[in-house]
């Protein structure tokens, strides 16, 4: 049925709002407890919603990542692949980057398992 995966698109869209306000208590809610989260800015990847906590109140200190969903890609294999159009400011506002990228998403019970960063894939885009 084409309205089974809405609700790992409402989900996505929720995260991404909550993300964006700042409210992480409301974006690890969604997440499992064992959600593997990249570092994007960094490098590597964070395990579990304390690291992941730890990751972004350590990137907010640092720029500001505004990421709005423009369209969702439902994959074969249940994940979902988002492209996202990603500003980064420094903390005095002034622009790092300004692109499109990649998150492709694993669920796991509901809930958000892992994200991954990347190019936007071909087999995604244009369906």
């Known amino acids: 049925m084409s309205d089974q995966p809405a609700p790992k698109i409402e989900l ?3 995260a991404y709002t909550a993300f964006n306000a700042r409210n992480f208590e409301a974006v690890l809610a969604l997440m499992t407890a064992d959600v593997h989260w990249p570092r994007a800015f960094k490098g590597g990847f964070v395990r579990g919603p304390e690291e992941v906590r730890a990751y972004w109140t350590e990137q907010g200190s640092e720029i500001n990542a505004h990421n709005e ?3 969702f ?5 249940g ?3 988002v492209e996202v159009h990603q500003v980064v400011r420094n903390l005095a506002g002034a622009g790092l980057a300004d692109e499109y990228v990649g998150h492709r998403f694993t669920f796991k019970d509901g809930l958000i398992q892992a994200m991954e960063v990347g190019p936007l894939s071909s087999s995604g885009r244009g369906a």
């Open 69 to 71: 969903p423009v369209a």
């Open 73 to 77: 890609y439902l994959e074969e294999d």
């Open 12 to 14: 996505l869209r929720a």
């Open 79 to 81: 994940q979902v692949l």
